[in-house]
């Protein structure tokens, strides 16, 4: 497994194998907008969460304690009904991978959704079976499931960033999520016709072959770009460079596609950064295609031209 390799490689500190699970995920939340509840539910809530994403198996593989992916998540709870334990809330998931001889991380995911609405009983683990997505109660299972499919779609972007189509196996039980969640009235965020920048397009689209030159390029940005920087920056940067005129032609046969945005909110940074390395009169043409393929980082890449 080139991922478990590469971190051997990564850290120079000798760490045990241990049967240590996938993720070292944090979680906060936010519950300024609930009133007339107890406040230890919501560490209650909190704990929850975290023992569901960090003591669950979610691969077949082990996991040494230096391996596990790093994932923040912030559930900031919106609403809740009087006479249930019914709230709504968006969650905001953030996750990121090591680079190679580099003191930071790549972020990987940074994605706020905000159709979360769940049933949330104090003390009652949380539950979740890839064959049984719902369980009895749909409002209940719907957090599990959301949590389920984020935790498939961080796992299969990560092992996408180290091999060429690493991640498919995890995107397919994402995919698997999505067919088979909750569906009761006040649910929202798992179906095609509830709009086009939902759960369901993303894995969607990742999983097109229309998209496929994404996939591609979150390798190549990654394996032959970040990881390679320190050893032949300029050679890392063309590779890094040459594929945003693939994702820029991507953009055109799929405007306003979830999954490019959904690339961006988490690239962007490190896109501008790149091009900000080239002398001013190279940058043009990358920052008119960067503007156009992201707009909401649109003053990000034009203060580049300055």
């Known amino acids: 497994m080139l991922k478990k390799l590469f971190s051997i490689v990564l850290f120079s500190a000798f760490c045990v194998s241990t049967n240590a699970q996938e993720f070292n995920c944090k ?8 009133l007339n509840v107890d406040k230890q539910v919501f560490s209650t809530m909190e704990k929850s969460i975290a023992d569901f994403m960090n003591t669950r198996k979610w691969t077949t593989e082990e996991y040494a304690a230096n391996e596990r992916i790093d994932v923040n998540i912030m559930l900031n709870l919106t609403s809740k009904a009087t006479d249930d334990d019914l709230y709504g809330a968006t969650l905001t998931i953030q996750s990121s991978r090591p680079v190679f001889n580099a003191s930071y991380t790549s972020p990987i995911v940074n994605f706020v959704d905000k159709d979360v609405v769940f ?56 995919q698997n999520v999505v067919n088979n969640a909750p569906e009761e009235k006040g649910i929202a965020g798992w179906k095609a016709v509830e709009g086009n920048r939902n759960r369901y397009w993303i894995v969607d689209q990742i999983l097109s072959p229309r998209f496929q030159e994404v996939r591609n390029y979150f390798y190549t940005m990654h394996r032959e770009g970040f990881d390679k920087m320190a050893a032949s920056p300029e050679e890392a940067r063309q590779k890094i460079l040459s594929g945003i005129p693939k994702l820029n032609q991507v953009n055109k046969e799929n405007p306003t596609s979830i999954l490019l945005q959904f690339f961006f909110n988490a690239k962007s940074d490190e896109l501008a950064r790149v091009v900000s390395q080239l002398p001013k009169e190279q940058r043009a043409s990358y920052v008119a295609m960067l503007s156009s393929m992201d707009v909401p980082n649109v003053n990000k890449y034009q203060a580049l031209n300055k």
Not at 132 to 137: L, T, Y
């Open 119 to 174: 049933r949330y009983s104090q003390f009652t683990p949380f539950q979740f079976d890839d064959n049984r997505v719902v369980a009895n109660d749909p409002m209940a299972s719907n957090i599990t499931a959301i949590l389920a499919y984020y935790a498939y779609l961080v796992l299969g972007l990560d092992y996408d960033s180290f091999s060429p189509n690493g991640g498919s196996a995890f995107f397919k039980r994402a």
């Open 27 to 34: 979680v906060k939340v936010l519950s300024a907008a609930i």
